[in-house]
Each structure stands twice: as structure tokens, then as C-alpha cells.
């Protein structure tokens, strides 16, 4: 994760204003921003089936030292998320999928199917970065995934 850091660490201090830094989206590679974080993106590269889903978006989320996402449901069941808090400062970031509530860690994966009901809360004394991997679910077929459109 160290040479990751190098990267995401100038986003973290670079771009104040941002809250969103878009890496992939509908199996598109964001040209400007893979150029800013190319280990990233070449790392995600090799993971086909978040790098070609059509459905899903790549990005690292900025969480504000105080956020509260309120309780929703993703748009679809054909793709699954993956969770990877980078860095997060002494405060707790804490998902909720349907009944279920996980504190989660840094450099620790957790993924969720996002068509369950969810929320995120983030308490902390800096700025936290979290990288968002969305997927195709894994029961899709290949044909299936070919003919779905984008969302």
C-alpha cells in the first residue's frame, strides 16, 4: 500500500475542494486522473471485471472530517461494491447493509452488494480517503453482461 499512498497522498493534499476523484466509470478509464494516479489505475486495469463493468464506478471518495450518507439502496443488483478505506484519521468510519453495522479499517476490504439498503457514517479528526471498486456480480454471466446496457 505504500506506493499507493505516495499517490493518493498528493490527492489528499492537492485537491481541497474535491470529493470525488473518478477513476473508472461505466468501463471507461478516466484519462487525466489514471495520469495523476497510474499505479492505481494500472493495478484496477488488472481487475477486468471492475475495470469493464458498465455499470459500476472506480473512484476515491474524500470523507470530510464529519459525514453522514443517509440510508438508500444502489440502483441495481448486477454489480457488487468494494470498500477500502486508504486512510482514515483517529475517527471511525461505520457502513450499515440492511441490519447489519461494520466498523471498517484501513487497508482492510469490505464488500457490499449496494441493492441492500445501506449508510455510512465518518467521524474524524482529518480528512479520509476511501477507494470505491464497483464489480460485476460474480453470478452474472458473461453474455449477460454484454447485453446490459449502462446505467
Request: one cysteine or more; charged letters at 25%.
Amino acid at each position: 500500500f505504500s506506493v499507493l499512498y505516495e499517490e493518493v497522498g498528493f490527492l489528499n493534499s492537492s485537491n481541497q475542494e474535491k470529493s470525488v476523484w473518478m477513476l473508472y466509470s461505466n468501463g471507461k478509464r478516466d484519462s487525466y486522473n489514471c495520469h495523476m494516479t497510474p499505479k492505481l489505475c494500472d493495478l484496477i486495469a488488472e481487475f477486468v471485471s471492475a475495470a469493464k463493468c458498465r455499470r459500476g464506478e472506480t473512484r476515491i471518495l474524500y470523507l470530510p472530517t464529519s459525514l453522514h450518507i443517509p440510508s438508500h439502496v444502489g440502483p441495481t443488483n448486477t454489480r457488487l461494491r468494494a470498500l477500502l478505506p486508504l486512510k482514515l484519521s483517529s475517527g471511525s468510519l461505520r457502513v450499515r447493509v440492511a441490519q447489519e453495522t461494520k466498523e471498517l479499517q484501513e487497508e482492510k476490504l469490505f464488500v457490499i452488494d449496494d441493492s441492500f439498503e445501506q449508510e455510512v457514517w465518518y467521524k474524524g479528526n482529518k480528512r479520509g480517503l476511501l477507494l470505491i471498486i464497483e464489480f460485476w456480480h460474480p453470478d452474472l454471466s458473461e453474455t449477460k453482461r454484454t447485453t446490459l446496457s449502462s446505467l
